[in-house]
C-alpha cells in the first residue's frame, strides 16, 4: 500500500510539497499530519501544496489532513493547492465543499 | 443471484485497507463502474473508520511514529454484505460506545473528535455515495450502519483515473 515517507515532505521557496500516498485514510493520516507539522513549525511555509499522482483512494481522512493544514496557515495569508487530482478526488474535493479552499492546479 | 459474506476483524487502523479491498472484491463479479466502485470503497471506508476511531475511541490511537506500544484492546467490527440480483446491502457494525443523537451524529461537519483531524463528513459521504444510509445505534451497545446500493446503473469513468 505505500508508506509514508520523510522525503515525501519537501519544503521548496516557502511552499511545503506533499506527495500522499496510495491510498490516504485514517490509517496513515496521523503521520501524514505529523511529518506535515514538523516542516509548518520548522520551516518558514508559506502555502501547501498536496501532490495526488500516486494517490487512488481517499476518504474523509483527507478532508481532515487538509482542513487542519488550512487552518494552521490561513491566519498567516496561506493557500493550498492540489496537483495532479484525478476523478475520484475531484469528487471527494466537491462533495465535501473543499473546493472552496482548495485551489486545484491543472498539471 | 444471492451471495453473501461477512468478515470480522480487529479494530485497528491496519485494517481499514483490508475491508475496503474484501468488499470490492466481493461485489467485482457484477462488473460494477470504476465509479460504483470508488462509491462502495468510500463509503465501507468511512463506516469501519468510523467503528475504530469513534466506537472504541478510549482503546487506540495512532502512536506509530513515536514507536510507542499500542493499548491492546479486544473490539472488533464485522463488515456483512448481501448481494441480492443488483442490489448490494452493506453492514458495518461494532460493539463499542454507540451514538446518544443520531441525528446530530450524521449532520455534516458534525464531530466529536476536532483534536483527532477529523472534519465531520463520514456520514455525508455515505449518503452521497450510497443510495440508501440507516444507522442503528445505542449508548453502551454499539452502532451498526446499513446501507444499499443498486450496481449497474453508474456513470462509465475514464479508466486511466
Ligand atoms: N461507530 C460509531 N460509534 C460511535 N460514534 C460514532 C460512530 N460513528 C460515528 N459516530 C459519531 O458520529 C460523529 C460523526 O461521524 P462522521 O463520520 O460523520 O464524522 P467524523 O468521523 O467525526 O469525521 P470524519 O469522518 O470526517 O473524519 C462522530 O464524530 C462520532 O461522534
Ligand atoms: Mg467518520
Known sequence: MGRVLEEDFQVIDHCLMIRLPAEVDHHQAACICEYADRLLYREDVCNVVFDFENTTFMDSSGIGII????????CFGGRIYAIHVNRQIRRILGVSGLEKIVEVLEA | MRNEMEIIFDARSENEGF?????TAFVTGLNPTLEELADIKTAVSEAVTNSIIHGYENLRNDNTLQGRQEPYHGGKVSVRCLLEEDMLHIEVADRGVGIADIEQAMEPLFTTKPELERSG?????MEAFMDELEVESEPGKGTT????????VGDWIDSED
Open chain 1, 67 to 74: 482542513m487542519g493544514r488550512y487552518r494552521k496557515i490561513s
Open chain 2, 19 to 23: 475491508a475496503r479491498v474484501a468488499v
Open chain 2, 121 to 125: 463528513m463520514g456520514f455525508a459521504f
Open chain 2, 145 to 152: 450502519v446499513k446501507m444499499t446500493k443498486k450496481l449497474g
